[in-house]
């Protein structure tokens, strides 16, 4: 087995940081002194284990967050799921590291470069600034993460020497426990190595112990897989309020990069995607994105969004996004032609063209006609989603045209009149009909042309044999 440590050293401030498109200065603090602070503060000045007065002192549009364990916790679990696409045996290691198995990738992703270049092109596009390391043990793993050592350990002969030369800093230890080991000088794991194992015991417990005989394979380390869940929720905090629609862009598209990697991870597709905009002192405003069909397709989602987007009025400032799924599908198999198939090439184009006009214009502008299970031809048809298939029904020719109202026909001695004395050419078509709803009608059709040569759908009403009426053109 190979796996794969990641270490999130700055965990607690992606949480707020990944819906700050503007890069404005923001700080993490617990309780009154900055713990974490981005590129723009420290910039500034403010550095870690400063109080939260004089940061503010040093950058007065600072912008303060309280530690959320709780939302660490649940940024941890998105993760998981946004990295299902390169294995499916992941390890959440609260509080900021993840385990992955990647033995069985490698080959899949063309290596192991290849596949560790994806995983963190990953995690950058979803915000997170990681270290990794790889190791054939996940203790190992997690610690050369820690250490931010790249260089991977492939067999388990090279973790003896591989695990001595990491810092004794790495190790899962109390407070009082590293300031004993840096008072008996201790620097690098070899060193604790080179100590005999009864006095490591007896001076530092059987933590210590323990957590390096897992890293170097002489101990059994089970790690639990974790399990998608069977709905995807994200949420994300943005650093100040947000009044122009235009500026959510940023943290949407975050929202929908997670949400495509674990429907890529789980192959899965989605046809409705739910998102909420939070503002400070009143209601949420919804909000959806609908397809045509399944779909996981970043760039394809994320250009719907920004359309529909263009549609949305905010109601008051925003400061927060939540996105909801619910609708998971198993993804529809995807089979290319051996040749060029333009017919497909089309249907996907329509399929496109009909999302983009549902995003911009809203879902219950766009339709499509299909046929409907009833005799009576005013009522033969209904509106229903685009490419959806209508029920088949047997029945003589139909005109192209359908008039809205029937129109009354003049009569001469020899019969209905339209622009000349019409020419009967095939009927009657006799429909009895809607007597159990109040509309029934009882009518002969026929088609009939004019002196012009215009072939027209006419009727006559059986419970008046005077009165014609024309229905109808056909193309």
């Not at 700055?10 to 700080?27: I, K, M, Q, S, Y």
């Not at 590291?97 to 033995?103: A, F």
């Not at 429907?263 to 597709?269: C, H, R, S, V, W």
Request: hydrophobic letters at 35%.
């Amino acid at each position: 087995m190979l796996w794969l440590g990641i270490h999130l050293p700055w965990l607690a401030l992606t949480v707020f940081e990944r819906g700050n498109g503007n890069n404005e200065p923001l700080v993490v603090i617990d309780g009154r002194e900055v713990t974490q602070a981005n590129t723009a503060a420290l910039r500034g000045g403010v550095t870690p284990g400063l109080g939260l007065a004089g940061a503010q002192a040093l950058v007065p549009s600072l912008c303060v967050r309280e530690r959320d364990k709780q939302a660490e916790g649940e940024l941890l679990e998105r993760l998981s799921a946004g990295l299902l696409a390169y294995s499916s045996d992941i390890s959440p290691a609260p509080p900021a590291e993840l385990l992955l198995e990647i033995g069985g990738s490698l080959r899949y992703f063309g290596g192991l470069e290849q596949l560790r270049g994806r995983i963190q092109g990953t995690l950058t596009e979803l915000g997170h600034s990681a270290r990794l390391g790889i190791a054939p043990t996940p203790t190992a793993a997690r610690l050369r993460a820690r250490a931010g050592h790249e260089r991977p350990l492939l067999t388990p002969s090279e973790l003896a020497e591989g695990m001595g030369e990491l810092p004794i800093g790495v190790l899962s230890l109390t407070a009082r426990q590293h300031q004993a080991l840096d008072a008996l000088g201790m620097e690098r794991l070899s060193d604790c190595l080179a100590l005999p194992r009864d006095g490591l015991c007896q001076r530092f417990g059987t933590a210590l112990i323990d957590e390096l005989d897992r890293a170097l394979g002489n101990a059994p380390d089970p790690r639990s897989r974790w399990q998608p869940p069977a709905h995807y929720t994200d949420r994300l905090e943005l650093p100040a309020e947000v009044a122009n629609s235009d500026h959510l862009v940023f943290g949407l598209k975050r929202l929908i990069q997670g949400l495509c990697n674990f429907l890529q991870g789980t192959e899965t597709a989605t046809q409705r995607i739910t998102f909420r905009l939070e503002h400070p002192y009143q209601s949420a405003t919804p909000f959806g994105l609908g397809l045509l069909t399944p779909s996981r397709d970043l760039d394809h989602l994320f250009e719907l969004l920004r359309q529909r987007l263009e549609r949305i009025h905010l109601p008051a400032p925003v400061i927060g996004i939540q996105l909801e799924c619910r609708d998971i599908q198993r993804a529809p198999p995807t089979e290319r032609p051996l040749l060029d198939d333009n017919q497909a090439a089309g249907r996907d184009d329509d399929e496109a063209l009909i999302n983009r006009l549902a995003a911009r214009l809203g879902e219950p502008c766009i339709q499509g006609l299909g046929t409907h299970p009833e005799h009576r031809p005013e009522r033969a048809w209904c509106y229903q989603a685009p490419g959806k298939a209508s029920a088949e029904l047997a029945t003589p020719p139909r005109p192209l045209w359908l008039l809205d109202e029937p129109i009354r026909l003049g009569l001469n001695e020899r019969g209905p009149v339209w622009q000349g004395p019409l020419t009967i050419q095939q009927g009657p078509e006799r429909i009895e009909s809607g007597w159990w709803d109040g509309g029934d009608i009882t009518r002969d059709y026929y088609i009939a042309v004019n002196p012009a040569g215009e072939q027209l759908w006419i009727y006559r009403n059986r419970r008046c044999r005077q009165d014609w009426y024309i229905h109808g053109f056909f193309g």
